[in-house]
């Protein structure tokens, strides 16, 4: 059985950092792409950031680029969102998701559409509030 857990959610100034982490069980990590979504209230889940460790791919949705990276923890055996000069729009629950094992992408598809994972993990609350 595939589980996701995530954690290192939090309250965090405008201008903070905060590092995420995605627990994965049931399945070897370096077989998958784990991706990272957030969720505002009132709007649609969205795709931030994703990184295949097969082959060590990434992705980054525009409004994170240059300020949040996605990275494997071997140490820890989590793959690790570092969230930096947060804003207030970054405020949502972020989830994290795999692909796999072996991911592929369909050409022309945008690695961040939600219907390309198939396990999830239940959230973590990040608020940026001065």
């Known amino acids: 059985q595939v589980q996701l857990v995530e954690s290192g959610g939090g309250l965090v100034q405008p201008g903070g950092s905060l590092r995420l982490s995605c627990a994965a069980s049931?399945?070897?990590?370096?077989?998958?792409?784990i991706g990272w979504f957030r969720q505002a209230p009132g709007k649609e889940r969205e795709g931030v950031a994703v990184?295949?460790?097969?082959?060590?791919?990434?992705y980054f949705t525009d409004p994170v680029k240059g300020r949040f990276t996605i990275f494997r923890d071997p140490a820890e055996n989590t793959v690790d969102l570092q969230m930096n000069s947060l804003k207030p729009e970054d405020t949502a629950v972020y989830f994290c998701?795999?692909?796999?094992?072996?991911?592929?992408?369909?050409?022309?598809?945008?690695?961040?559409?939600?219907?390309?994972?198939?396990?999830w993990g239940q959230g973590t609350q990040v608020t940026v509030s001065s």
């Open positions: 998701a795999a692909k796999g094992p072996n991911p592929t992408f369909p050409h022309g598809r945008n690695w961040l559409e939600l219907d390309l994972y198939d396990h």
């Open positions: 990184l295949r460790l097969t082959d060590g791919s990434q």
């Open positions: 049931g399945i070897t990590l370096e077989n998958y792409a």
